[in-house]
Structures are given as C-alpha cells and as structure tokens.
C-alpha cells in the first residue's frame, strides 16, 4: 500500500482547500492508497502556528502596505535568510512526523511545507517523491527554495511554468500547468431550478454572487461602497452578497438591505456552504482574487470583478486573470458607480469576460495532478 503524507498551512484558506481536494480524490479514486494531511505548522508547534497565523491575518487586513513589503522582501535579502533559516530549524522537528509515517510521496500545498522536506531530502534524511503545488497565479521565490530537490511542480498556468523552467532551471519533465485543485463538486451537474428555490431567487433574472472580504474584512467602506453601487441595479439583478466571518461587515451589508426596504433580489448572508452550486447559477462574481476563489470562478466560467487584493499574491493574481480578459479589477481611484455600471449595462461584457475565463479554466486539476503523481512510472 503506498501511503502519502500531504502537507498545507493555515495562512489564508486557499493551502488547506488545495490539500482537502487532493486527499478527498484520492481517497476516493484510488485503492491501495493510504492519505495523511497534516499543518506542518500546528505540528511543529501549535503556539508559533496560532501566533504566526494570527499575525499574518492581522498584517494583512490592519496594513496591508507592510504585508506587500513583507512579501517581496521575502523573496530576497534578509527576509529571504531568516526564512530558510527557520524552516531549516523547523523541517528538524517534522522529520520525525516523515520517519513515524514513513511515506513514499509527500504532496506540499504551501512554501513552508516544501523547503522543510527540500532540507530534509538535501541531508538524505527523505527519500520518498516530493510534489509540490503552488495555489497562487505568480511564482514567488520562497516557493522554489531547494527545488532541486523536487519531483513534481504543479501550477496554474503556462506563464507559471515558463518561468519556473527558465529562470529557475527545473526540468520541463517536472513542471505540470494543472491548475489550482478544486472540489469534486465544480465537475458536477446541479438542478439550477432547486437552487434559485433554496436561495428565494428568480431563474429569469441574472444572478451576481458577492464575496464581501470575509475574516480579512479588507476595505470595509470601500466594500458598502461596492454593494451599494450593485444594489442599483437590482432592475436586472439579483444579489447573492456573503460578507463572511466578519460582524461589522455583515451588519453594514443588513443595514443596505433595510435602507432599500428589504428587497427580494438581495439576500445577505454570513456564509455560505454551497459555493459551486451559487456559481453555477452566476453571471458573475465579485471577490478578492485568492487563489482558490479565482479557480473556483474560471473553473464555473464565471467573469470576476476583482476587489480589495491582498498586495503581494493576490494582486499578482489580479494582474494575470484581467490580463486574459475573464476579469476587471476595481482599483482603488477606479470610480466604482461609474465601473459597475459600465461592466453590468454592457450588452456583451460578460459574455466575453466568460469566453475569457472558460480559456484559462482548469476544471479537473485535481484528477490531473493526482493521475500525474500516482501514475508516475518512475515512482
């Protein structure tokens, strides 16, 4: 039986979907397979995990101009030393989850993850596989320390591979244009009737699913800001707005919904389980451009109207999907009436944001890395 040991992190919740999908497929494809997903960070010392995780999310929502810094420091420089440094130190204390579980492939979806068992191949203290997959549109440096060291490399596009091949020397035989991993349930077929029942919505009118920051809450004003111009428009549209774990944002988005007299065509949520069934009856949605949300978008062939991206990964993200045309970024001198209006009045906009984003799709990643890894020939 080979056994596999998948690694993630908690910063941001893209790490931990990635590897949740990539368990749940192989569980469920293949036999003779045993799967053990682990936070790297929580294992190695779940204090540091609760406070680094902590102050990513307090970085990243108080000041997100020092995240940006932070970020791109981190590629090179001090920043970049002390990160190696630590993980070298850290990868230490995993080895011994790697020597109890004795696996023969270690699957990564995060940085800290992959440069620990990197370390540890380089010192010969692992033998098995190691496959690595990046969950953000942009390579950065942090993800590709050791990479001589890796088997697999999987990315979400063939900007990313190009560039993972020519400017950091690994193999083209190693580096996979996959796309991010996704749930099983964006390859299913939904009764789209049930759903407009289950949400109160109307099948003749066109549906925009509105992710309001979540427990980031970047923005706050500039997201009321961005329901309120939507709201205008609830002639045409209906309004699906989840404003997340975040009490202040919900209250502000019911506060809208009385201030207009609580309109049928808005409904107001904290969150959602039912995400690939909202997409499915979407004409667009409107999100921060994580990894994971931007995948699971292109993958339903939804156009995206990017808002508040964390700077660092996800602007980079934001950079490439308006690029191949499947979005419009909302930045933040861009008059947002004036964008919103212009986008939702436009007789072909969305058709051709769609046609866009069906391009750059990739619906089964996770079938695709999984098949790629466990059907390897040389394994």
């Not at 964006?186 to 925009?208: A, C, H």
């Not at 933040?332 to 391009?359: G, Q, R, W």
Request: aromatic share 10%; hydrophobic share 35%.
């Amino acid at each position: 039986m080979r056994k596999i040991l998948i690694l993630y992190a908690k910063y941001g919740g893209g790490h931990s979907s990635a590897a949740n999908a990539i368990k749940n497929y192989i569980d469920n494809h293949y036999e003779d397979t045993e799967t053990n997903m682990v936070d790297c960070m929580e294992y190695i010392n779940r204090a540091l995990n609760k406070i680094s995780t902590g102050t990513y999310k307090k970085i990243t929502s108080a000041t997100p101009r020092l995240w940006k810094k932070v970020y791109h420091n981190s590629e090179k420089g001090i920043l970049s030393k002390i990160s190696n440094g630590s993980n070298k130190f850290m990868a230490r204390k995993l080895y011994h989850l790697v020597e109890e579980y004795s696996p023969d492939i270690i699957i990564s979806t995060h940085m800290f993850s992959t440069q620990m068992i990197s370390y540890l191949k380089k010192k010969n203290k692992v033998n098995c596989k190691l496959a690595t997959i990046l969950t953000d549109f942009a390579p950065h440096d942090q993800w590709l320390v050791g990479c001589k060291y890796g088997d697999f490399f999987f990315v979400s596009n063939e900007n990313m591979r190009e560039t993972l091949i020519n400017s950091f020397g690994i193999s083209k035989h190693k580096v996979f244009a996959t796309g991010i991993p996704l749930s099983e349930k964006f390859n299913e077929s939904f009764d789209r009737q049930k759903i407009y029942e289950e949400f109160g919505l109307k099948p003749d009118k066109k549906t925009i699913l509105f992710f309001g920051g979540g427990e980031f809450g970047l923005g706050k004003s500039r997201t009321v800001a961005i329901l309120k111009a939507l709201a205008k428009h609830l002639d045409e549209y209906q309004i699906i707005a989840i404003s997340g774990r975040n009490k202040r944002m919900h209250d502000a988005f019911v506060e809208i919904y009385e201030e207009l007299g609580n309109p049928p065509e808005l409904k107001i949520y904290d969150f959602i389980t039912n995400v690939p069934e909202a997409m499915s009856i979407s004409c667009l949605v409107v999100t921060k451009p994580g990894g994971l949300t931007s995948s699971e978008s292109l993958a339903s062939q939804l156009p995206m109207l990017i808002i508040n991206p964390i700077p660092g990964q996800e602007e980079a993200n934001a950079e490439f999907i308006e690029q191949a045309g499947a979005a419009i970024w909302l930045r933040p001198n861009d008059d947002v009436d004036i964008v919103i209006h212009n986008l939702l009045e436009s007789p072909d906009a969305l058709d051709k944001m769609k046609t866009c984003a069906s391009k750059i799709a990739h619906i089964d990643a996770t079938r695709d890395i999984c098949e790629t890894i466990l059907n390897d020939n040389n394994k």
